[in-house]
């Protein structure tokens, strides 16, 4: 996987994931503490990844 200059891995998933959060926390389908929520992304090679959101966050 090549990452631009100056761009993190998955940045777009990142964000397309906070979004994800938010509306699951505005609807209260969960608590803080309520879990993980994550995504698989896979690259131009092939090569699956998860994006998770952290612990307690």
């Known amino acids: 996987m090549i990452i631009p200059k100056g761009r993190i891995p998955f940045e777009f998933e990142r964000e397309d994931l906070a979004k994800v959060v938010r509306l699951v926390m505005e609807r209260r389908d ?21 994006v998770m959101t952290p612990t307690m966050m």
């Open 30 to 50: 969960t608590t803080v503490v309520g879990g993980n929520i994550s995504i698989r992304v896979t690259d131009d090679t092939g090569k699956d990844y998860l």
